[in-house]
């Protein structure tokens, strides 16, 4: 587009001292008014970016669109495929997010190969942790197998929406397996601490020798589903022979 097409008609900056500031010096906008211009061509195009910045609370609405899109384009920019990102922000949204960009550079997302974007909707007016439903569909699209675990009869409460996927994994980094935010006892000990550390013991266990550390939840229950009550990878008559046989 024309210069003017953004910036207005040359007149104005001669004529009118006060919006010249505001012409020349986008920062002295107010964010809904800098993004009004960009929001002019980018309505039908990007559906429901106008209507979201525009109307609704958004995780980035007190930002401009120039923050982290290139306002001007340049000899190598293609201007018909790009976002023109002034960094690649749907790889790396570390402009702002320093902290989150190292911790999921480092873990099994990031060695995956998985973008912020493919997680997160950058316009959307809800951060994917306020939206329970989108979480789950997002975490599923990619790992169909525990779709299927927790089709079983017997599992956690994820279908009842109950729990999600991050009230036991964290999504951007962890040391331990699978991402867990704790080691695996300690994960069930967030829901299950009566059972986890009553004297160090399994309450069914009647006081035998199975302390906590040495025979672990996951050893016996799939957390995921499972075809047996308790979420038992066996039948309650026939576990202990997976072990005492």
């Known amino acids: 587009p024309a210069c003017e097409t953004c910036h207005g008609s040359p007149d104005k900056h001669l004529i009118e001292q006060e919006k010249t500031a505001n012409i020349l010096n986008p920062e002295s906008l107010s964010a809904r008014k800098a993004n009004a211009t960009c929001l002019n061509c980018h309505n039908e195009k990007n559906v429901g970016v106008s209507e979201r910045f525009r109307s609704l609370p958004n995780m980035h609405g007190s930002m401009r669109c120039y923050e982290c899109h290139k306002p001007h384009l340049n ?13 690649d922000m749907s790889v790396d949204c570390s402009l702002c997010h320093q902290q989150r960009a190292r911790e999921l550079e480092n873990s099994g997302h990031g060695r995956a190969a998985i973008k912020c974007s493919d997680c997160h909707e950058l ?21 169909p197998d525990k779709e299927l675990e927790f ?29 867990l935010k704790k080691d695996k006892d300690k994960t069930c000990g967030q829901c299950h601490a009566d059972i986890v550390i009553k004297a160090g013991k399994h309450p069914e266990s009647k006081n035998t020798n199975h302390p906590f550390g040495v025979v672990g939840c996951m050893d016996c229950h799939n957390p995921h589903g499972a075809n047996f009550d ?11 022979v997976t072990c005492h046989n």
Do not use: W
Request: glycine share 4%; aromatic share 4%.
């Open 75 to 87: 000899a190598k920019d293609d201007s018909t495929g790009l976002d023109l990102f002034k960094k």
């Open 230 to 240: 308790k979420v038992l990878k066996h039948s309650v008559s026939t576990i202990c």
């Open 151 to 179: 089709k079983q009869p017997y599992t956690h409460p994820l279908r009842e929406r109950q729990i999600r996927c991050s009230s036991c994994h964290n999504p951007h980094s962890s040391r331990y397996e699978g991402m």
């Open 123 to 143: 316009h959307k007016t809800e951060t994917i942790s306020q939206d329970i439903e989108g979480e789950i569909e997002k975490c599923i699209s990619c790992h």
